[in-house]
């Protein structure tokens, strides 16, 4: 199993101080602008898909401010940007993340006897990803989380 830690936060990155010159300097001598980067991680991602290798999301939440709580739906987005459907990008969250973490028997689908930790959206999942963004409840083993989430 593999996490690409795909998904940042675009407008905290945009808001971020510049990196001191030395480091601007290397990254234009290396063609590494966002957009270049962007596009060279969906291609491992595309690659890994192509060779069975199994992702599973995450994003290294908190460790910048481009990289805050709660954006694991911008990497889901990020993977179907790179190829994978819809439904594929979020088992990577939810069974294969289950799977890769000995949890399969607990958690990770929605089946009689497991934990029914639930997310509720505003949207059809099945046909837009961005839905996630949208959240309208969240239930934790079965049980309401209060309060809902904005």
């Not at 088992?91 to 929605?110: M, N, P």
């Amino acid at each position: 199993f593999v996490n690409p830690t795909l998904g940042f936060d675009r407008e905290a990155l945009a808001s971020m101080p510049a990196p001191p010159h030395g480091i601007a300097a290397a990254m234009k001598r290396i063609g590494l602008d966002l957009e270049t980067a962007q596009a060279a991680r969906l291609q491992v991602v595309q690659r890994a898909q192509t060779h069975g290798i199994q992702l599973v999301t995450g994003v290294d939440a908190g460790a910048a401010p481009a990289k805050r709580h709660g954006i694991v739906s911008l990497a889901l987005a990020t993977l179907t940007e790179g190829g994978f459907s819809i439904a594929d990008a979020v088992a990577s969250a939810t069974a294969v993340a289950a799977r890769a973490c000995g949890l399969a028997e607990v958690t990770g689908r929605f089946e009689p006897g497991l934990a029914a930790d639930l997310l509720l959206v505003d949207g059809n999942l099945e046909r837009d990803i961005t839905a996630l963004q949208r959240p309208v409840a969240v239930l934790i083993r079965g049980n309401p989380l209060t309060p809902p989430p904005n």
